[in-house]
């Protein structure tokens, strides 16, 4: 059985640029959620993404958007980014629609940083 | 909006000794899952509450969910260095998917 991962696993950007971040999900799980971990802070929820279809958002701007492919992986989009972006990017799969009571399994995490 | 409180934010503990760490909810929760998260890591399942006044034990951990599903607490015993780490509660609102982690409790050991 393949746990969750992600590339890349540190990425350094400059305040304006895009990122773009992957996340293979665990074999079986159909749904991904993106929480973002400033640093000694809890993960805060980004969004989760059920099926291919956004399942649910946290307090994110729009410029933070995602996609799940049809093999379940997932993608991670910020647009012009600002300084406060830097953090790990953690990417969690779970089973059952929306991971909702299902524990989450969590990848490594990339660790992005914005100068 | 919701939000997950966790108390202390920091424990130094003796190795050998016991403590417990507090989570509370400004919402009902309908869940409260554990994880550990170790130095560099990422966090990592411990446990599910589900049920009110719900107490679970594993080994040295035991965890309780509050009789109005508001809050919870973690006690450990006999604290080993393997404990080392930051312990997050996360719950769920009823039929919401977004899992609010609390800011989590960092636990150092002295040997």
């Known amino acids: 059985e393949t746990g969750v991962t992600q590339s890349p696993t540190h990425l350094i950007k400059t305040r304006g640029q895009q990122v773009t971040l992957r996340c293979s999900s665990q074999?079986?799980?159909?749904?991904v959620s993106w929480y973002q971990q400033a640093l000694g802070q809890g993960p805060q929820f980004i969004f989760q993404y059920y099926r291919e279809e956004e399942n649910g958002r946290g307090n994110f701007p729009p410029r933070f958007s995602g996609l799940q492919f049809p093999n379940y992986s997932s993608e991670l989009n910020v647009n012009a980014l600002e300084l406060d972006d830097s953090a790990l990017y953690l990417c969690?799969?779970?089973?059952?629609?929306?991971?909702?009571?299902?524990?989450?399994?969590f990848g490594p995490g990339t660790r992005l940083t914005v100068t | 909006g919701q939000q997950v409180m966790q108390i202390p934010q920091y424990q130094h503990v003796q190795e050998g000794e016991d403590f417990t760490t507090y989570c509370n909810s400004s919402?009902?929760?309908?869940?409260i899952q554990w994880y550990k998260q170790r130095p560099g890591g990422h966090p990592v399942f411990l446990i599910q509450l589900v049920k009110s006044g719900e107490v679970k034990k594993q080994k040295r951990l035991t965890f309780q969910f509050g009789e109005a599903k508001k809050n919870s607490s973690l006690h450990i015993t006999a604290t080993q260095t393997t404990d080392v780490g930051t312990y997050f509660c996360a719950g769920h609102r009823s039929n919401d998917y977004k899992l609010s982690f609390g800011a989590g409790t960092t636990v150092t050991v002295r040997a």
């Open positions: 074999s079986g799980h159909n749904t």
């Open positions: 919402t009902t929760l309908s869940n």
């Open positions: 969690a799969s779970s089973p059952g629609r929306g991971g909702l009571g299902y524990e989450q399994y």
